[in-house]
């Protein structure tokens, strides 16, 4: 742009580049001086929650866990501090985010379940035909169906 002979081009190229820049300089304004949204804990809350006497529970089913805990006794779901970040461990909450998408409960939105086609053709492109298989063999079945197998898996 700066390089043409035109200097209307040039003088419309530096307006459009300050605009944008002062758009830009609006927007953090806005978002620094947005309220702050009250903070739903209130002190002795917070403090029961970090104190030595809490006791971590399974987000699944909110069964008590010790610390040292890896899976849920219960349903056996990972519920390990650092199951996300330890290469081992990571394969079994993989494994039940696309247990999930096939025998599981989800929310049936189509952004859901491009989301596990395209995580299943990312973590095992040989295999993802066959997920995407049961997964649209889940998507067939009525809510109420799904439920009663994901219990029955929890129960066993």
């Given amino acids: 742009m700066l390089g043409t002979s035109d ?7 530096f307006g459009i580049a300050f605009l944008s820049l002062v758009g830009l ?15 739903p804990w209130d002190a002795g809350v ?4 970090s104190g030595p006497e809490a006791t971590e529970v399974c987000s699944h089913c909110l069964t008590e866990q010790p610390p040292t805990a ?25 494994g039940e ?24 053709l990312a973590a095992y492109s040989f295999f993802a035909p066959i997920f995407w298989f049961f997964l649209l063999s889940n998507l067939k079945r009525p809510p109420k169906e799904r ?5 029955q898996n929890v129960l066993s």
Avoid at 25 to 39: F, G, Q, S, T, Y
Avoid at 46 to 49: A, L, T
Avoid at 81 to 94: A, K, T
């Fill in 46 to 49: 917070e403090q029961k929650i």
């Fill in 7 to 13: 200097p209307y081009q040039v003088v419309a190229g």
């Fill in 97 to 120: 985010v696309f247990r999930n998408g096939t025998t599981g409960r989800f929310r049936n939105r189509p952004f859901i379940v491009i989301g596990y086609m395209l995580l299943s």
């Fill in 147 to 151: 439920e009663s197998i994901e219990d």
């Fill in 25 to 39: 300089w609006r927007l953090i304004v806005w978002v620094r001086e947005a309220p702050v949204k009250p903070d």
């Fill in 70 to 94: 890896w899976f849920c006794k219960h349903c056996g779901k990972a519920v390990g501090p650092y199951n996300n970040l330890m290469p081992f461990v990571n394969v079994f909450s993989e």
